[in-house]
């Protein structure tokens, strides 16, 4: 067995690390670092102070300061399930009541189902003119 050691390069190192990190290098830039956050600190605070002497802001907002005002059109619905009954029983008033629209010109209203009974007991109206100008074209389409 071969006991000698194998022959190193010369300048080249045998891959690892062969010294350990320096503590007091560490311990030196940690208390460095605590040292410059605290020197920002105070500038900062300093700076905070100085725009609090110098800059009167006035009393805080309240968030409920306008509440009593009504916003600009348009409202959305607070109530849209409220609002379509109301309506909803509008219109079912207006088509099923009698009411005059007009007295001086003799207008009213009357009930959606009488108006239809009515229509069909006597049927549409029609100028006499209107049908004789369209039965020959009416004639005329069925050839």
């Known amino acids: 067995m071969d006991t000698e050691k194998p022959a190193q390069n010369p300048g080249v190192g045998p891959g690892y690390e062969t010294s350990d990190a320096n503590p007091l290098g560490l311990v030196l830039f940690g208390l460095g670092i605590f040292v410059i956050i605290g020197v920002v600190m105070l500038i900062t605070y300093g700076v905070f102070e100085h725009f609090k002497e110098s800059q009167s802001l006035g009393a805080p907002a309240s968030p409920f300061a306008n509440a009593s005002q009504i916003p600009p059109a348009p409202r959305l619905q607070t109530e849209p ?23 001086n010109a003799g207008m009213v209203r009357i009930p959606i189902d009488r108006a239809m009974d009515l229509i069909l007991q006597k049927g549409l109206p029609v100028r006499p003119q209107a049908m004789q100008e369209n039965a020959p074209a009416a004639d005329g389409a069925r050839k």
């Open 81 to 103: 399930q409220i609002d379509l009954e109301h309506l909803r029983a509008r219109e079912s008033t207006l088509l099923n009541s009698y009411e005059w629209v007009d007295p």
